[in-house]
């Protein structure tokens, strides 16, 4: 045999038995390890150029051959995943060897393509797959590629899909084509869901505690009645923990039986239950610490001995106890539930324990994000400060007042441990929103026609918190401008400090309006929800186009100056002021005119209500009532008096309609005010709600016409009206839209209004 032969035989055996990386190489030499490289060479490569995977190689000409070196080369190229086997070549060459890397490349994918698919886009379908072109050709990628475009089938109700794959291989190149062949099916829906053992609950109930539904008259829309194979994987988990939620600690959910039905395209679905005992709480004892009396604990679960066990009730419950331990500085308090079953008499003796652990001070709170606000702007909306006592509540309630002030889209705090063992470091995470905007929006309401608005202003003006905006409102009745700064944190306090300029024009029905003037306020925080405050406006007003038939004591053409302070008092839990949720809000205002012109005076005191109900749903109640009246002899001028009517208040009505009437049937106003409004909002996506609405008002006093009113506050007496709406954000604020139908229409007015909105909720 000739020696090169016996070389590369011998290298063959050896780096087999050193690697099974080496399996099925071609080396040759006897003692390699005593040779110099003289040369290394590619061979089998087409896509990956040679300098490339030379640079992974690290046998070097020059130097002495290394098995352990070869091995590592070997797996560095197998590691690139594009070659399929790696074998390597030694040959004498020029008083040393040549080692030759002999490269099988996978074929990459140019290009691939779906074909039948009818009811599901290509872009659809791209966004599920993971395969891309130019990655190498891989039997698992394509496999994976195959159950996507399945899923997605799955979850439109196609349950029998079948996809297969095509290829053509561009040997040349090194490429491969690949088509997916869709084979649609039909479309199956879910015609019924069965369970199976449920006596404690109805199928009914059962079914409104899972996602998965029933095909029904809706589905086009609602797109239920699909067969989700991973949701309902969920769904059964949620029938256990339901009947965990109502005593039945032991039941448990077998494996449903999914009846796919080929000829009645239709699916039938049957899941098994096995019930087991319902157990209730016996006993609830507290253990292992005396931070809280017994008696505060008890108070502040939900969970009661005789009642029905409730496992959601408990997680609640202890996340509640937690809140009380952080309260106090444990923020790391461990509190461990042992429940104790007794299967004879159906109860669970219930053991909280609790290990408080260390009291955990606040450490560093780092701030990042902010490229625009100052430091200073978030760090003076914080509860808690470094050094103090670490209080979770206080936490949450700082990521609310973060969100309040509008100047972020996201605000993320975490906690991690800090230097020392009983220190916690606050790391604050804030997404800042384009506070500066120029912006101009178009609306719609029935009475007013085409409004429209403009705005020019700064929320976050040089990064300081303050508020510079210049606003202009036009209708067929009014044009409206505003000029406003305001400081919230004069002095670095928490005292609010704001300065106005504002021009109105108001062409009403019955008299038109020109005013002007400018004003200033102070207002200061007391606590944390609660703000008092005074202001002060000098207006000029000009009173015109009062018929004279029209004309009263109160009611005609007048020039008037009016000086008054404004006093108010405003206590504010609402989790989101321009998306709450929960808490509520109360606002007390008065008037005082007369420091020089117009004597008068105005209150209104206004309350509103938001809590989270059933089903995502959020429900709120707002109420307002307002007087006023002349002093001194003097009485209520007519644009001083309450209007009532559109998007603000009374919705479904306009300003024209409510109250008592001249004698061409229009609003003269009143000064006496009474509404109800309440809502049931539902959140569709983040930021944007739905609602339906009821409303209950009217304005109240003297007139030509007081048929639909009275001359005082009546409950009798009020105009109401029904009617859905939107409130989403857009990038020039809170926006609402609502169409109102009136409950008592009278004579010659429309059925109802449509009203455009901007600004926050109520």
């Not at 309401?445 to 202003?457: G, H, I, Q």
């Not at 005010?673 to 944007?688: A, D, G, P, R, V």
């Not at 339906?692 to 007081?706: A, M, S």
Request: net charge neutral.
């Amino acid at each position: 045999m000739h020696t090169k032969n016996w070389r590369a035989l011998a290298l063959t055996l050896l780096l087999a038995l050193l690697s099974p990386v080496l399996s099925g190489t071609a080396l040759a030499s006897g003692d390699l390890e005593s040779q110099k490289i003289t040369d290394v060479k590619v061979e089998g490569n087409k896509r990956i150029t040679e300098s490339t995977i030379l640079y992974y190689i690290h046998s070097k000409v020059g130097e002495y051959i290394s098995y352990d070196l070869i091995r590592e080369d070997i797996q560095r190229i197998y590691d690139l995943g594009h070659f399929e086997d790696v074998k390597v070549d030694a040959q004498d060459y020029k008083d040393g060897t040549r080692l030759t890397f002999i490269l099988d490349e996978i074929p990459a994918v140019r290009d691939f393509k779906f074909r039948g698919n009818k009811e599901v886009k290509d872009s659809e379908l791209l966004e599920k797959v993971t395969i891309s072109r130019g990655a190498a050709y891989n039997k698992a990628l394509i496999q994976s590629t195959i159950d996507k475009i399945k899923e997605v089938y799955q979850n439109k109700g196609f349950c029998l899909t079948k996809v297969t794959t095509k290829t053509r291989i561009i040997k040349q190149e090194n490429l491969v084509d690949i088509v997916f062949l869709v084979k649609e099916g039909e479309k199956f829906g879910i015609s019924k869901i069965r369970f199976k053992g449920n006596k404690a609950f109805t199928d009914k109930k059962l079914l409104k505690a899972i996602e998965t539904k029933e095909e029904g008259w809706f589905s086009w829309i609602t797109r239920s009645g699909i067969y989700k194979k991973e949701s309902f994987k969920t769904d059964l988990l949620r029938i256990e923990m339901f009947y965990r939620d109502h005593g039945f600690l032991k039941a448990t959910v077998g494996d449903p039986v999914v009846d796919i039905r080929e000829k009645e395209e239709k699916i039938y679905i049957t899941i098994p239950i096995d019930e087991g005992p319902r157990y209730k709480v016996s006993k609830i004892a507290f253990s292992g610490d005396e931070t809280f009396k017994e008696a505060a604990l008890r108070k502040s679960i939900s969970i009661k001995v005789g009642e029905v066990f409730s496992l959601s009730k408990l997680r609640e419950d202890i996340s509640t106890l937690s809140q009380m331990y952080s309260a106090k500085g444990y923020a790391y308090a461990d509190i461990i539930p042992q429940r104790e079953l007794d299967d004879k008499k159906k109860t669970v003796f219930l053991d909280i324990q609790f290990d408080k652990g260390e009291k955990i001070y606040v450490g560093q709170i780092n701030i990042t994000g902010n490229t625009s606000s100052r430091d200073n702007v978030i760090r003076r909306e914080f509860r808690l400060t470094e050094g103090e006592l670490f209080d979770s509540g206080k936490l949450k309630r700082t990521k609310q007042r973060l969100m309040n002030t509008g100047f972020f889209e996201d605000v993320k705090i975490t906690t991690k441990k800090g230097g020392e063992e009983n220190l916690v470091n606050v790391d604050v995470n804030v997404l800042e929103k384009a506070t500066g905007s120029i912006s101009a929006g178009v609306g719609y309401s029935s009475f007013e026609k085409t409004l429209l608005s403009a705005n020019v202003s700064q929320n976050n003006f040089l990064g300081y918190g303050q508020r510079l905006s210049f606003d202009a409102q036009f209708s067929a009745l009014r044009n409206n401008y505003y000029l406003n700064f305001t400081e919230p944190y004069l002095f670095d306090r928490e005292i609010q400090a704001s300065v106005n300029l504002f021009r109105r024009e108001l062409d009403y029905y019955n008299f038109s309006s020109d005013s002007s003037g400018a004003g200033f306020s102070l207002g200061k925080a007391y606590g944390e929800y609660m703000k008092t405050g005074i202001g002060y406006q000098f207006e000029f007003v000009e009173i015109s186009n009062v018929e004279p038939e029209n004309q009263t004591g109160w009611f005609y053409n007048r020039d008037d100056v009016t000086s008054r302070v404004l006093p108010y008092f405003t206590y504010d839990s609402r989790d989101d002021y321009f998306n709450p949720t929960t808490g509520y809000k109360l606002d007390t205002r008065a008037e005082l005119g007369g420091l020089g012109g117009v004597k008068f005076y105005k209150m209104t005191v206004e309350g509103t209500v938001y809590k989270p109900l059933i089903w995502g749903l959020v429900g709120m109640i707002h109420g307002k009532i307002g007087h006023a009246s002349g002093y001194g002899g003097e009485t209520m001028p007519n644009y001083e008096r309450f209007f009532m009517g559109g998007s603000n208040d009374l919705r479904g009505f306009s300003f024209d309609e409510v109250g008592p009437l001249d004698k061409y049937n229009r609003s003269m106003g009143g000064t006496q005010s009474l509404l109800i409004n309440t809502e049931l909002q539902y959140e569709i996506f983040k930021n944007f709600r739905a609602l339906v609405f009821y409303d209950r008002g009217n304005v109240y006093g003297t007139g030509f016409d007081t048929s639909s009113t009275s001359t005082s506050m009546s409950l009798s007496k009020m105009r109401h009206a029904v009617g859905i709406g939107v409130r989403f954000f857009s990038p020039i604020g809170p926006i609402g839209l609502a169409y109102g139908w009136k409950l008592d229409k009278r004579p010659g007015e429309r059925d109802g209004d449509f009203h455009f909105t901007m600004g926050g909720a109520f």
